[in-house]
Nanobody, 127 residues
Framework: QLQLVESGGGLVQPGGSLRLSCAAS????????IGWFRQAPGKEREGVSC????????YYADSVKGRFTISRDNAKNTVYLQMNSLKPEDTAVYYC????????????????????WGQGTQVTVSS
């Protein structure tokens, strides 16, 4: 059974850092593009970042560019989202998602592009 599990969320003060992990089980991530999304209360789910299966291409939403870094370790079957300089507006449930693709240099941060989703991890940025 294909499964994605996010971890690493929590409560952090403004300006702090967190590293989220997205671990896959039941399949290997080698041919999957991975996206990170977030959803704040009362808001639609929005794309944060994505990474292609080959790691050649990454993409970031303007709101996180320069603060967040996505990476992947296929040997560990895990994708990471390093979040620095966190702001209260980053507070949300963060989800990772995967889609199988033969195009190794492509990723898209649109929810409809992804087939598999994790359950999410809460990130709260507050003093």
């Amino acid at each position: 059974q294909l499964q994605l599990v996010e971890s690493g969320g929590g409560l952090v003060q403004p300006g702090g850092s967190l590293r989220l992990s997205c671990a896959a089980s039941g399949f290997t991530l080698d041919y999957y593009a991975i996206g990170w999304f977030r959803q704040a209360p009362g808001k639609e789910r929005e794309g944060v970042s994505c990474i292609s299966s080959s790691s050649v291409r990454t993409y970031y939403a303007d709101s996180v560019k320069g603060r967040f870094t996505i990476s992947r370790d296929n040997a560990k079957n895990t994708v990471y989202l390093q979040m620095n300089s966190l702001k209260p507006e980053d507070t949300a449930v963060y989800y990772c998602a995967a889609t199988h693709t033969t195009v190794q240099a492509m990723c898209v941060i649109q929810t409809v592009w992804y087939d598999y989703w994790g359950q999410g991890t809460q990130v709260t940025v507050s003093s």
